[in-house]
């Protein structure tokens, strides 16, 4: 893929896109990441964006603290960034953090509605199959190197296996981008459609993103029915 800047992150869906900045356990940095609102509270995400597998490498950490930055593109001046939304809970699949890639998959509970204006989109989480093999999708999100920048790309898609939750590209993704959404927009229903989250780690797994099957959006839909946790902190969850 050549990644491209996006020169207007107002224009949908691009304007419900937003970077993520985690506080890290281990050593209380910050990491970041991208993710996709799906309504005004929840943003979709990976699990390790939130949480290192169990067979991850030591030292294995967890967000302490998570921001939502919506439409964010720039360099980011500090870390964290000013002005972010508060997120208050994570949900992260427990599946993942046993070690089980084809779960990787989060979502952020954000402690007040984001306010986007009109017109905008939302995501969509939409069970895809075959049906979706040699079609163009986007890929839209924060590289690492470009350290808030908002990137896009469009590749076709090579495969899936569903019973692995997988879509793969077919060609190379770019790293430190996890989270973005692979998308489609249908003309026909003026939807956005969200097919996949990308989630490639290492420089070898350039090509993958969790695939929304049946089972991948009803564990959304669980995570997005969660009750609000108490208190004014960050809460971590697994489900």
Excluded at 71 to 78: E, H, I, M, S
Excluded at 99 to 113: F, K, Y
Excluded at 176 to 190: A, E, L, R
């Amino acid at each position: 893929m050549n990644a491209t800047p996006v020169e207007n992150p107002t224009i949908p869906p691009r304007s419900t896109v937003g970077y993520l900045a985690m506080q890290w356990s281990t050593d209380g940095g910050w990491a970041y990441g991208s993710g996709a609102l799906i309504d005004d509270r929840h943003v979709l995400t990976c699990s390790h964006n939130l949480i290192d597998a169990l067979t991850d490498p030591l030292p294995r950490g967890q967000a302490t603290q998570v921001f939502f930055y919506r439409a964010y593109n720039q360099a980011r001046p500090a870390d964290p960034p000013p002005s972010g939304a508060r997120v208050s809970a994570g949900y992260f699949n427990v599946n993942f953090r046993n070690g089980q890639d084809a779960w990787d998959v989060g979502v952020c509970l954000l402690a007040a509605p984001v306010q986007v204006p009109p017109p905008f989109a939302y995501f969509q989480p939409t069970v895809t199959g075959e049906e979706i093999v040699g079609e163009n999708v986007k890929l839209t999100g924060y590289p690492g190197p470009h350290r808030g920048r908002m990137y896009e790309d469009v590749d076709p898609v090579d495969g899936v296996h569903i019973d692995t939750n997988t879509l793969i590209y077919t060609h190379d993704t770019w790293g430190g981008n996890s989270g973005s959404p692979v998308w489609t927009y249908d003309t026909d229903h003026d939807r956005v459609l969200q097919h996949g989250i990308h989630v490639s780690r290492q420089p070898m797994e350039l090509r993958r993103a969790v695939l929304v099957t049946r089972p991948v959006l009803s564990w959304i839909q669980y995570a997005c029915g969660q009750p609000a946790p108490a208190g004014g902190g960050f809460t971590l969850i697994g489900l």
